[in-house]
């Protein structure tokens, strides 16, 4: 997810988004977060294994901290994806870092 998406777009609209400007699969195993010029609000698409499904949310308190920029893309883990989408940032301070699996 990166800048302002039309809302007005339903889940052919936000497939074909996906698929024309980024140059992903929106069959795959990824999940696609949209908001709009409001950051109170997201759309999330998503292949369930037998069709697109959408996710519409308004956060009644918070904003969505989405990136600014492409630069600022990345893949997110799950705890981070929870984090965004309760209207926090990715960035918690205090959380504890993932390490490696096998690392001791």
Same mark, same amino acid.
């Given at each position: 997810?990166?800048?302002?998406?039309d809302m007005r777009?339903?889940i052919?609209g936000?497939?074909?988004?996906?698929?024309?400007?980024f140059?992903?699969n929106?069959?795959?195993?990824?999940?696609? $977060?949209?908001? /709009?010029? %409001?950051?109170?609000?997201y &759309?999330?698409l998503?292949?369930?294994?037998? #069709?697109?499904?959408?996710?519409y949310k308004?956060?009644?308190?918070?904003?969505?901290?989405?990136?600014k920029?492409?630069?600022?893309?990345r893949?997110?883990?799950?705890?981070?994806?929870?984090? $965004?989408?309760? /209207?926090l %940032?990715?960035?918690?301070? &205090?959380?504890i870092?993932?390490?490696?699996? #096998?690392?001791?």
């Open positions: 997810m990166c800048g302002k998406t777009k339903g052919e936000l497939a074909t988004l996906i698929q024309d400007s140059k992903f929106p069959y795959g195993d990824s999940i696609f $977060l949209f908001s /709009g010029w %409001s950051k109170d609000r &759309k999330c998503y292949f369930d294994g037998d #069709g697109l499904a959408m996710l308004r956060l009644d308190s918070r904003k969505l901290q989405r990136p920029n492409e630069k600022e893309v893949n997110l883990s799950q705890q981070e994806l929870r984090w $965004l989408l309760e /209207g %940032s990715i960035q918690q301070p &205090k959380a870092p993932q390490s490696s699996k #096998g690392v001791c």
